[in-house]
């Protein structure tokens, strides 16, 4: 592949695994509030909102192009992002439920969208290539 090619496909995947990043925190984060407080709300005056959005969006300009070469090459970007923030959110969710200390937000996460990585990796199968 094309150096250009690789260099414009990877500064894509790290502005699209940033919003990803960003948008699966700041959904956790939502989660967790509306279930204590009844409404989301409370949820933009939170500080913690705020740490989510860029912790997420940092982890995911990072992880998400690694992921995507690393593990998810054959895989639909659709499913490889989707399905990746969805493990994210799961693992936002469980850490914000667990105990709430800085190490559980950052970890949990993080083991959501590794074990979603995988998990995609192994269902997705990869397609045959044509010859050409």
Same mark, same amino acid.
């Given at each position: 592949m094309e150096i250009k090619r690789v260099a414009a496909v990877t500064g894509g995947l790290i502005v699209v695994g940033?919003?990803?990043g960003a948008l699966a925190s700041a959904l956790a984060v939502m989660v967790i509030v509306l279930w204590e407080q009844g409404?989301?709300?409370?949820?933009?005056?939170?500080?913690?909102l705020s740490l989510a959005? !860029?912790?997420?969006? #940092?982890?995911?300009a990072v992880l =998400?192009?690694?992921? @995507?070469? /690393?593990?998810?090459r054959h895989v639909p970007l659709g499913i490889a992002i989707g399905g990746t923030m969805l493990g994210t959110?799961?693992?936002?969710v469980a850490a914000l439920l667990?105990?709430?200390? !800085?190490?559980?937000? #950052?970890?949990?996460?993080?083991? =959501?969208?590794a074990l @979603?990585? /995988?998990a995609i990796r192994i269902a997705v199968p990869r397609r045959a290539r044509v010859a050409g």
């Open positions: 940033g919003i990803a409404s989301v709300a409370p949820a933009f005056r939170a500080p913690l959005l !860029v912790f997420g969006a #940092l982890y995911g =998400g192009p690694l992921a @995507a070469w /690393l593990l998810m959110l799961i693992g936002g667990l105990d709430g200390s !800085v190490n559980t937000y #950052l970890t949990i996460p993080l083991a =959501g969208f @979603a990585a /995988l």
